[in-house]
């Protein structure tokens, strides 16, 4: 597709960035697990935080359209960061935006667009993962405000951010219509994180257990209607698998030009690896792999920009995009050869950050169950 000049500067502007400023430390920041405190000021000041958010609460005011181009970019370099951004924005400030009161947007989503804050989704739990309505988390009516007991696993942003959107039960007889979402703020009594999860991938990323232990929040910190969490939830998820999809493209963009950067300095029997057949069909099936998951990945896009349903096709994208991911990283490591088993290389790293996205926002199982739920009415 064509992009418009202000998404071609959006574009180019995220590529500048993760150039200068994302790849140089992305093998450190991977082999540390360190979070990139230093990066996220700089997100914030070019508008990355809060790119499709109103300008009226702290966002840049575009569209997902550019939300996917900022996280192409940032993926091709260091996806753990790309995530960070796709789930602050899309997750816990876009249940924000879609559940909100305008006192609540101005209270939370404004800090949360504007960068000041990030932003964590409480959904999955040690018990409940494709199965969400089975959570354990309770929210219990206390006079003007509710009292939260559980726990939530494997949180983006968990030690980390600033504001978390957490999904709990308030009447279990009513099962998916019985959960309801709140806020709650770091630093409010009860309220904690575990300790680190040491990953296979996506190690800059922050990930935690967050522990709700008798935590006392006022009924103004009740996102959306009761009841309703559940069903804004799956709202939600179509638009984080966008922005899934959208890491997926640039992890395969990465996989492709590491290389072909590789195959024509790389040489074996006189001649560079990238003269051989063998090598240019792998390299050919990754550049199909890559437009065909953007392809798909904008028009998603598009149809959530319209207003329009677009559940299926976010599944769509998501699933192509990271199980081709992970097979692109395959292929990297494989035309990389030896050295595309060492650390000294991208290949290997962008293979175990891929592998998260065939579970992340939805397995790759459950893509397929939504897909054919939709072809079956």
Same mark, same amino acid.
């Given at each position: ?63 997902? @359209? !550019?939300?996917?181009?900022?996280? &192409?970019?940032?993926?091709?370099? #260091? *996806? /753990?960061?790309?995530? %960070?951004? =796709? ?30 804050? @990030? !932003?964590?989704?409480?959904?999955? &739990?040690?018990?409940?993962?494709? #199965? *969400? /309505?089975?959570?354990? %988390?309770? =929210? ?238």
């Amino acid at each position: 597709m064509f992009l418009s000049p202000d998404h071609e500067l959006i574009r180019e502007t995220a590529r500048d960035f993760a150039l200068q400023r994302v790849a140089p430390g992305v093998r450190e920041r991977d082999e540390a697990e360190a979070f990139p405190h230093d990066l996220i000021p700089e997100l914030a000041d070019m508008g990355f935080l809060g790119i499709y958010h109103p300008t009226e609460y702290g966002g840049a005011g575009y569209d997902t @359209l !550019a939300f996917c181009l900022v996280i &192409e970019e940032i993926a091709r370099w #260091d *996806a /753990s960061l790309a995530l %960070t951004i =796709a789930s602050h924005t899309s997750l816990g400030s876009g249940h924000i935006a879609l559940a909100g009161t305008h006192e609540q947007k101005e209270r939370w989503l404004t800090p949360l667009a504007q960068g000041k804050v @990030l !932003a964590g989704w409480g959904l999955t &739990e040690a018990g409940s993962g494709s #199965d *969400a /309505s089975g959570m354990k %988390t309770t =929210a219990v009516r206390d006079g003007a405000g509710w009292v939260l007991n559980g726990s939530k696993m494997f949180i983006t942003q968990g030690s980390v951010g600033g504001v978390f959107v957490i999904l709990a039960v308030t009447d279990r007889s009513k099962g998916a219509k019985g959960v309801t979402a709140f806020v709650v703020e770091a630093g409010t009594p009860g309220f904690s994180h575990g300790p680190k999860f040491h990953k296979l991938g996506m190690n800059s990323s922050d990930t935690r257990e967050l522990r709700f232990e008798d935590v006392r929040i006022p009924d103004a910190n009740r996102l959306g209607d009761l009841g309703m969490g559940f069903v804004d939830t799956m709202k939600v998820l179509d638009g984080g698998r966008i922005g899934i999809a959208a890491l997926g493209v640039g992890l395969i963009r990465g996989a492709l030009e590491e290389s072909v950067s590789y195959a024509k300095q790389r040489s074996q029997f006189g001649s560079p690896i990238g003269d051989f057949q063998a090598i240019r069909f792998k390299m050919s099936d990754m550049d199909m792999w890559m437009e065909a998951g953007r392809a798909l990945t904008h028009r998603a896009a598009q149809l959530k920009d319209a207003g329009r349903p677009h559940t299926r096709e976010a599944s769509i994208a998501k699933l192509y995009t990271s199980e081709h991911a992970t097979k692109a990283a395959l292929e990297a490591i494989q035309i990389h050869g030896g050295y595309g088993y060492t650390k000294e290389y991208h290949p290997e790293r962008f293979l175990r950050d891929a592998k998260l996205l065939e579970i992340g926002e939805g397995t790759s199982e459950v893509q397929r169950m939504v897909i054919g739920k939709k072809l079956m009415g």
